[in-house]
């Protein structure tokens, strides 16, 4: 199960040149197994949203709960994929994915055949024993992918994983993960500064302000998958998208 | 092709090195024996190759060599067991951080030799005395190195670790920082080795031992045997040379599995 539950989240970091407001009264209810893309300008609160939901970062007020429990702090039953590159370098592909079983207490043997499985849902079958400075970028955050699905979390945090990709392999990862997620069935909390990437994933779209971030607006994208990114249906979601995030946008 | 020019690149450097070494050598032996004229002042080539056969015709070197290795061991092995425990205290833990960083920071501008007079008193004239004085050199590095390595631990690595299920510090110090800071420690006490190297002729010279690179070296200055005195500064040179190779190779090895190019 993954029904994640965000009431009245408030955000604020201060320090000593002033207090930035992130996050003002943030309320979202996520469906188990939905997946859901953050949208907004930069700046808005994105990152923040999702680190708080990973436990990361605790919220001034408000509350987050996955399945009724409230979170306090970090949990394995929360994956979270990284923007930037995360992966332990001095671990290889395989143990970097058995991690999280590692500090379960799992047995070597046990560990390494649950990370196989997911090494090979996301393809990277020959490259087990490779190290990440040996790795592509869109091989890196496979790895990464791997390495959170592995500890069979409930929910599956996402903080723009392909943003550094060229667009080749940023395609090529959308269509993996959707498939992934097809598998798995997990709840996918996804940010991404691409509208168009968020129009091809999401079944919600969830629209933020910029600064402090609000909700603006939800978009339901009833189609099923796969998506044409080239119909004219996809084009008009994707300008109402944009034109939301535009007006949003505080004035310069 | 490229391969090839490669080789013959690096075997020109090898030649020239040894060309280099060879007329450095003739260059000695002439002022040596035409310039200066006195083997007190400067002995020749030929005088310390002479006094080299004869120093391994006594069979001390080895003893000396032997001792003073240990003398390292233990100022090395003391600097490691402490520095690094306490570089991950003050690197992780705040408070650690501000109640040894004042202490620290007074310690570690005097230089390890003005400690000689108190390892004295405290150790007396024993192998402990001399491996303080060794200690007190290799300490700092490795303590900074170890800190700084701490410190310099990307956030990411912390942070993935603890949404994997890495809680307590104890494991994310095992599992993420230790792993993380591993070549910073190992840069400093390479740093290390190379100050309680140099550190040793001085702890060696007020006579703790009756061998030791260092204790003959001061020895030999006492006859006035000059060509001997060289003798040792080569040893003494040349061991640490090696002590820094194998060093090195070792971390190389178990470094390059995760990082590409240059390692320490
Ligand atoms: N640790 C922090 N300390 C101070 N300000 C922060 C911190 N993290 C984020 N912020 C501020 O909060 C706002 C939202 O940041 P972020 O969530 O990273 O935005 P986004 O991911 O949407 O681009 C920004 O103005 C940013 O400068
Ligand atoms: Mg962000």
Redesign the interface.
């Known amino acids: 199960m993954g029904r994640v539950s965000i009431r009245g989240l408030t955000k604020a970091f201060v320090k000593e040149e002033g207090t930035t407001v992130a996050l003002k009264n943030v309320n979202l209810e996520v469906r188990d197994k939905e997946f859901v893309c953050l949208v907004g300008p930069s700046g808005c609160g994105k990152t923040t949203l999702l680190r708080i939901i990973?436990?990361?970062e605790t919220a001034m007020a408000g509350t987050v709960s996955v399945d009724g429990t409230e979170i306090t702090g970090?949990?394995?039953k929360?994956?979270?994929v990284?923007q930037?590159?995360?992966?332990?370098?001095?671990?290889?592909v395989i143990d970097n994915v058995a991690?999280?079983l590692?500090?379960?207490g799992i047995s070597k043997a046990e560990r390494h055949r649950i990370a196989d499985r997911y090494i090979s849902m996301v393809g990277l079958e020959q490259f087990r024993t490779s190290?990440?400075?040996e790795l592509s970028g869109g091989m890196r955050q496979r790895v990464a992918i791997a390495?959170?699905l592995a500890?069979d979390p409930d929910v599956l945090l996402m903080d723009e994983p392909f943003g550094a990709l060229d667009a080749q392999t940023r395609n090529r990862m959308q269509k993996e993960l959707l498939s992934i997620w097809e598998q798995t069935k997990k709840t996918i909390i996804f940010v991404t500064h691409s509208v168009d990437e968020a129009v091809y994933l999401a079944e919600r779209i969830v629209v933020l302000s910029g600064r402090p971030g609000t909700i603006r607006d939800i978009i339901e994208i009833p189609w099923s998958q796969p998506r044409d990114r080239t119909s004219t249906e996809f084009a008009e979601v994707r300008r109402h998208v944009l034109q939301l995030i535009d007006e949003g946008e505080p004035v310069q | 092709m490229a391969m090839k020019i490669q080789l013959n690149e690096q075997r020109q450097r090898r030649l020239l090195g040894i060309a280099s070494l060879v007329a450095a050598t003739i260059v000695w032996q002439l002022v040596a024996d035409v310039v200066v004229q006195k083997p007190f002042i400067l002995p020749s080539f030929t005088d310390v190759a002479a006094a080299f056969v004869e120093l391994a015709g006594t069979g001390t070197l080895l003893p000396d060599i032997a001792v003073s290795l240990e003398h390292f061991a233990i100022g090395l092995g003391a600097a490691f067991l402490i520095g690094v425990p306490l570089g991950i205290l003050m690197g992780w833990f705040r408070v650690a951080d501000s109640i040894s960083d004042p202490i620290v920071e007074v310690l570690r501008p005097i230089p390890p030799l003005a400690w000689i007079p108190f390892a004295i008193i405290w150790f007396g004239l024993t192998t402990q005395a001399a491996g303080f004085v060794i200690f007190i050199g290799a300490f700092f590095p490795i303590l900074i190195n170890t800190y700084t390595g701490f410190r310099n631990i990307p956030k990411v690595f912390v942070e993935a670790g603890k949404v994997l299920g890495c809680d307590t510090s104890l494991e994310l110090i095992h599992y993420i920082a230790l792993p993380a800071a591993i070549p910073s420690i190992a840069a400093g006490i390479r740093i290390a080795m190379g100050v309680g190297w140099m550190c040793l002729v001085a702890a060696e010279m007020f006579g703790v031992s009756k061998f030791g690179l260092g204790q003959k070296l001061w020895q030999n200055y006492y006859l006035h045997q000059m060509p001997n005195v060289v003798v040792y500064m080569i040893i003494l040179g040349f061991a640490g040379l090696v002590i820094d190779r194998i060093f090195r190779a070792y971390v190389d090895r178990q470094l390059l599995k995760w990082r590409s190019g240059e390692v320490v």
């Open positions: 990973a436990g990361l970090p949990d394995p929360r994956g979270m990284f930037e590159y995360s992966l332990f370098p001095w671990r290889n991690f999280g590692e500090m379960r190290y990440p400075y390495r959170a500890n």
